[in-house]
Structure formats: C-alpha cells, structure tokens
C-alpha cells in the first residue's frame, strides 16, 4: 500500500519500533532487523548520505539465500585501496573545466588526417604532431584533465628527451591509452559489428600501467537504420565492454566505456534518443552483471542528435534537452563523469552543443564534458600543414578550442563569430573508424 507520495506506508508502533509492509523486517532508532536479526543502523548517518558509496549493510544468510540462490552476496572484487584510487582518477580527468583530449588515432586513421594537408605519414611526422598538441603553453593546463594515446606515442618522446607520459603528467593531465584493437563484422547480423581486443589485455593492462598510463578507451560501433541496432549487436558490444571494464579495473585502470551510436542516416532526433536509452540501458545493465566499480569508470557516449542525412533541423537547446533526457533514464549518478565524443560535429558545433547540454534545465548529477578528437584538432591541423615553421600558429588554434571547450563543459561559452571557416566544417566521415 503506499501514500500520496508513491512511498510505502508505515504503522505507528510503540517504543519508536515500526514495520514496514516487507516480510519479517522491523525498524528501531539504532537498528535494522531483518528475519530475527538485529543490524546497526543510524538514520542520522544515512540521512546526511555519509556511508561509503560501497559500504552495504549486512543482510541475514537466509535473506541472502532468498534473493540470490546460491550466488554469494558479496564478490571479492576490488579492494577499499583499489576502488579509492580507481575513483581519484576518475574525478581528477573530469575535474571542473577540464575534459580528454583524444589524440588516439590508429596508424591508419593518422594517415587520412596527414593525407589530408599533403603530408606524408611517417612516424617522425606522427610524433611531431602529437608532439605539437602536447606542448601547448600553460593556458591548456586547466582544460585538459586527460591524454587519450595510441599505443606508438605512448613511447615515443619529446624533443627534449622527455616520454610524452612525463609531458602530459607536467602539465597536470592523466595518461590514457587506447586498448581495442578495432571492429570486426559480427556473424548473423545485416552488417554490425563487435569489437576485438580482449586477448591479452589483462598483460596489456598491467604493462600499460607500469608504463605510466592510468585510463583506458575502448570503443564499440552501433549503427541505426530499419532493423539496426539488433538486440544481438546492443548485447554483445555491452557485454564485450563489461568485460574489458573488468580486466581494466583489476589492472588499476579506470576504463572508458565507449558504445558509439555513428550519425549516419536520415534518422530523426526522437529515434536518436531511443536507441541511445536501448544502447545505454543494456551497457549499465551488462556493467553490474560483471561487477564493475561504477564510481570508477567514465562514459563515452555520442550526443543525441539528428542523422547527418535528416533534413529536420533542431535547435541546439532540443539537441541537449534528447541527450540529457537519455542519460537521465539510463546511467546511475554514481559515474563521476560523461565524456561526450564529437560524432563528426564541425569544431564550433561542438562546443554549441556541449555548452547547452550543461545549462538544460534538468538535473545532471554527472560531470558532463568533452572528450573530443577531430573537434579539438581539425583547426589545429590545417594551420599546422605539416610544416614546422607553423608550430605556434598551429599550437594555437588547438589552445583556443580547448578553451572553448572548458567553458562549454561548464556552460559558460559564447561563440565569438570569430571561429573562421575551419572551425565550422563538417567533420563528419561515413562509417567513421578510428
């Protein structure tokens, strides 16, 4: 039976003792009882939200038994140690203003990006580039909480002798490193996919970590179209991500849970949404059947938007009111952070829509911030032009989007008119593969 409110009924019961229309459980100021055994408990604590988001009160083995079978009630997971470390870096990469970088591509990826300003693909040029993003003065330090690498720069160096770990970690930033190793087709389905990896990962891991990385990306690809996502294609990409969740954490390393909804289609705004609550209900579904550590994990999700085919047009504030309407229906507040991709959006877009999904009028218990690739370096790369008399001019239009940026994450930026033509081209890519 429950009140006006929607909350169970109590009975008033002498002694301060009430019950509660559950079987055999019996409250008193100072306990818990449950099937005949007394519990400590402070209503005052709980109330002020002073227990430790991991601390559970104990439950009586025959309650255990009732609700859970055989399973024991508790796994052995991570210890108290594992979990606070693993939470601190997650709090620090989407610490106010401050959001990941994502300079991560693929070999193969680099070279479309170099292909595409006349330069040839090289790993001097590679490592020059990167270099030229990692470098940038001081003014980048408090937008920047994370350095996503792929596995060559993680080792490459500066000119000045330093690893590009001990640069990013000079400048207040945490190290992070892409883990998959790409998309593979997925048998019975009408072209989706799955993403491998997960052989040799916990090595991976454990040597990443003695190497100086802290964070992890992994990323899986769904598509929308008439019968795209298949329930097969959500439940396998969640389950893969929940593993590789798993092996991160036990390796000290806070995983990003990435599960890309790609903007190719005509697909509208309201469908956009719909299959992102799918995407997301099954992964945060998937994440606590493998007992992953919420408080130590980040979300990659794409923003809810139109299909780049759509010819519906929506305003920024429609945009953002989808994609946090989305993320309020599917991920728990108990991850510190959502580190939204760009999805093929022009640099300035971006910025636009990430600083309206942070003044939605709705309550966002998450940091909401960026973690952007192409929209933080597409202006960045064309100024460069692979030249290296261009360094500054190409340092600092890489320094200004990342100033945008840590103004949008906090719902403070204003677009200027004066972003130029770069800045506002589309960086969409069909079937976009990093």
């Known amino acids: 039976m429950s009140g006006a409110s929607g909350f169970p009924k109590y009975r008033s019961l002498p002694g301060d003792l009430w019950r509660g229309k559950g079987r055999g459980h019996w409250r008193r100021s100072g306990t818990l009882v449950g099937g005949g055994q007394e519990l400590p408990y402070n209503p005052a604590q709980v109330r002020r939200g002073s227990l430790a988001a991991d601390q559970a009160l104990p439950t009586s083995s025959a309650s255990s038994q009732e609700l859970t079978g055989t399973m024991p009630h508790q796994y052995p997971a991570l210890t108290p140690e594992q979990k606070k470390e693993l939470s601190d870096i997650a709090h620090r990469i989407v610490a106010p203003g401050k959001g990941i970088?994502?300079?991560?591509?693929?070999?193969?990826?680099?070279?479309?990006?170099?292909?595409s300003i006349g330069t040839e693909n090289t790993e001097e040029n590679r490592r020059f580039y990167r270099q030229l993003l990692l470098t940038a003065d001081d003014r980048v330090n408090p937008c920047i909480g994370g350095v996503i690498l792929f596995h060559e720069t993680?080792?490459?160096k500066a000119d000045d002798g330093r690893p590009?770990?001990?640069?990013i970690k000079a400048k207040g930033g945490v190290v992070g490193i892409k883990v998959d190793k790409g998309v593979v087709p997925l048998a019975g389905t009408n072209g989706e996919t799955t993403t491998q990896g997960l052989d040799g990962l916990s090595e991976r891991c454990a040597q990443y970590k003695k190497d100086g990385a802290d964070f992890a990306k992994w990323r899986c690809v769904l598509k929308i179209g008439e019968h795209t996502p298949s329930s097969l294609a959500i439940m396998e990409n969640a389950n893969v991500l929940a593993r590789y969740a798993s092996i991160c954490q036990q390796n000290g390393i806070v995983p990003i849970v990435e599960p890309e909804i790609l903007p190719d289609g005509d697909h509208d705004l309201k469908r956009c949404q719909y299959v992102t609550e799918k995407v997301l209900a099954a992964v945060y579904k998937a994440l606590s059947d493998h007992h992953i550590y919420l408080e130590g994990t980040l979300l990659k999700p794409n923003m809810v938007t139109p299909g780049h085919a759509c010819t519906q047009k929506y305003s920024h504030e429609e945009i953002a009111m989808a994609t946090v309407t989305a993320l309020r229906r599917t991920v728990p507040p108990a991850v510190p952070g959502i580190t939204f991709l760009s999805g093929g959006q022009s640099e300035e877009e971006a910025s636009i829509n990430l600083n309206a999904i942070n003044k939605c009028p709705l309550l966002k218990p998450w940091a909401l911030t960026f973690s952007y690739g192409r929209a933080l370096q597409a202006s960045a790369l064309k100024a460069w032009g692979g030249k290296k008399e261009n360094l500054k001019a190409a340092q600092e239009e890489y320094v200004k989007r990342a100033l945008a940026n840590s103004l949008a994450c906090q719902g403070k930026y204003t677009?200027?008119?004066?972003?130029?033509?770069?800045?506002?081209?589309?960086?969409?890519?069909?079937?976009?593969a990093y």
């Open 101 to 115: 970088l994502a300079a991560d591509e693929s070999t193969g990826s680099i070279a479309k990006r170099l292909q």
């Open 154 to 156: 993680l080792y490459q």
């Open 164 to 167: 590009f770990p001990q640069v």
């Open 415 to 432: 677009p200027s008119g004066k972003a130029g033509a770069a800045a506002s081209e589309s960086l969409f890519i069909s079937n976009h």
